[in-house]
């Protein structure tokens, strides 16, 4: 979902939007999945390029989707805000990547950590 064009999204938060019904649970799952899909590319660029015999790939928390009527972190009637991805594989550096010291307007101009957490739904 286009968090930044999308007027739907002015607040950045997307579980009041699915549980006012202005989004639909799948258009939320889908905004997820692709999300999931960027994450995942950048987590094996890590995987590529560092030498460890274990890593664990993780979350802090799921989240609900509807269950029971909770969005979100909770209440968590269910067990979904429980119920997170563990992954445990090994890394070797094939050194494909070399980071930039550079950096982007973006980070310079950086949101408020307040803002932060409210577009992450920890607040209203």
């Known amino acids: 979902m286009d968090l930044k064009n999308d007027a739907r999204f002015a607040d950045g938060n997307i579980w009041s939007l699915l549980s006012t019904g202005q989004i639909s649970i799948e258009e939320a799952y889908q905004s997820y999945l692709e999300?999931?899909?960027?994450?995942?590319?950048?987590?094996g660029l890590v995987i590529?390029?560092?030498d460890a015999e274990k890593i664990v790939i993780t979350a802090d928390h799921g989240n609900s989707f509807g269950e029971w009527g909770c969005f979100a972190h909770g209440p968590d009637r269910g067990g979904a805000v429980r119920k997170v991805p563990w992954v445990v594989t090994s890394a070797s550096d094939n050194q494909t990547h070399t980071p930039s010291a550079d950096i982007s307007d973006e980070q310079k101009h950086h949101t408020s950590v307040e803002q932060k957490l409210k577009n992450l739904g920890?607040?209203?």
Do not use: H
Request: no cysteine; hydrophobic share 35%; net charge positive.
């Open 35 to 43: 999300n999931l899909r960027f994450v995942s590319n950048e987590v």
């Open 48 to 50: 590529q390029n560092l």
């Open 122 to 124: 920890y607040k209203n």
